[in-house]
């Protein structure tokens, strides 16, 4: 029985890439596609696919929150982040989040359909320059920015205020009230020692979250 992938990704053109590459693999078949975390969580609960091709910075809650979500509702359903980001707090906290494999988007073809039959074989798959990364880190004790004082939770809610999400938006997407949502923007002030929403999306460029301003977020996965 083929490996039913379902692709996660804002940018349709990267889906189309990546479901040709997928396409031409013996074994393989590319059951669905969703464009945000939300429909990465329904399709994942819905259809049940064998693996999910992941992007990271999306509309919505994001593809951190969707793979925690599905890891807890959909356990035995495997998750491959593909990202730009290849350097930490991404690798790491998606690994936590319950993600089985992590791919940055300048990997080869061959390279995600070895890591989708891996990952659905029950290994884990960390692309070559993730896992040295990842390696390098653990070796310096982990601590290396001051994104590692961070906690899940508020590591979402700094994603979401840096791609623009109001507090209400943000509560409303990860379902929370508007109270708690202020709570967690406050820490993440005191804990990164930045001044308000602009400051936070500085260090957030200054550390790899952002490539650009907040008005391009979305536009790198």
């Avoid at 259809?47 to 925690?68: F, H, K, S, Y």
């Avoid at 290849?86 to 390279?111: H, N, V, W």
Wanted: glycine fraction near 8%; proline fraction near 4%; charged fraction near 25%.
């Amino acid at each position: 029985m083929a490996i039913r992938v379902l692709l996660v990704d804002d940018h349709a053109l990267v889906r189309t890439g990546i479901r040709h590459i997928l396409d031409e693999a013996a074994g393989i078949e590319v059951l669905a596609e969703a464009s945000s975390g939300e429909e990465a969580v329904e399709l994942a609960r819905k259809e049940q696919p064998d693996v999910i091709l992941m992007d990271v910075n999306m509309p919505g809650i994001g593809g951190m929150e969707a793979t925690r979500k599905i890891a807890t509702a959909a356990p035995d359903v495997k998750v491959i982040v593909v990202s730009v980001h290849a350097t930490d707090p991404y690798p790491s906290r998606l690994l936590e989040a319950g993600a089985q494999g992590y791919l940055t988007k300048d990997c080869s073809g061959d390279e995600i359909i070895t890591a989708v039959k891996r990952v659905h074989a029950g290994e884990r798959y960390l692309s070559a320059e993730v896992a040295r990364k990842l390696a390098d880190s653990l070796l310096s004790g982990g601590k290396g920015t001051p994104l590692d004082q961070l906690s899940q939770r508020e590591l979402q809610v700094m994603l979401m205020i840096i791609q623009g999400h109001s507090v209400q938006a943000i509560s409303d997407k990860l379902f929370l009230s508007p109270k708690t949502v202020s709570t967690y923007r406050h820490r993440l002030f005191q804990k990164l020692e930045v001044e308000n929403d602009v400051g936070l999306a500085r260090f957030a460029i200054r550390h790899g979250l952002l490539d650009d301003s907040p008005l391009s977020a979305n536009d790198n996965g």
